[in-house]
């Protein structure tokens, strides 16, 4: 298995299929805009797990600073390939980014889950040993 960090746009680009799982709503245009500008303006990380030289899953992070946690490392995006997961790919993508929040002095890791993803907070809960400990709210401005 190899871990990549995505920096080109065609790293990006490579990566659509995979993050059009989770990220339904996007097209390839509107994604690399969106990828690029977080890169740029907000320090937006993203990794690839190839096995085998094939893409099997895909995270998407950036390190922040709040009152409220601290140092931490926000995960943003976090899928594995639907045809391949139950094979580890993501407690692997989520384990390199508490290693990289580590060798890079933050204190936590935290990320947000739609409340319809039952068979992933399961992964994050009884798996990955992350807490449940808060709500996350949205409103729309559009």
């Not at 739609?114 to 709500?135: N, P």
Request: net charge positive; aromatic share 14%.
């Amino acid at each position: 298995m190899e871990m990549k960090e995505l920096k080109t746009k065609s790293e990006i680009l490579e990566a659509f299929s995979l993050m059009k799982q989770l990220r339904t709503h996007l097209d390839e245009k509107t994604y690399l805009e969106l990828v690029l500008d977080a890169q740029e303006k907000d320090r937006y990380k993203m990794f690839a797990l190839f096995d085998g030289g094939e893409l099997a899953a895909v995270t998407g992070f950036k390190p922040m600073i709040t009152l409220y946690y601290g140092r931490f490392v926000w995960v943003c995006d976090l899928v594995t390939d639907v045809r391949k997961r139950s094979n580890g790919y993501g407690a692997k993508l989520l384990a390199y980014v508490q290693e990289w929040a580590k060798r890079n002095q933050y204190e936590s890791v935290a990320l947000s889950s739609g409340l319809q993803r039952t068979d992933a907070h399961r992964f994050y809960e009884d798996k990955m040993d992350y807490d449940k400990v808060s709500y996350v709210f949205k409103k729309s401005l559009k």
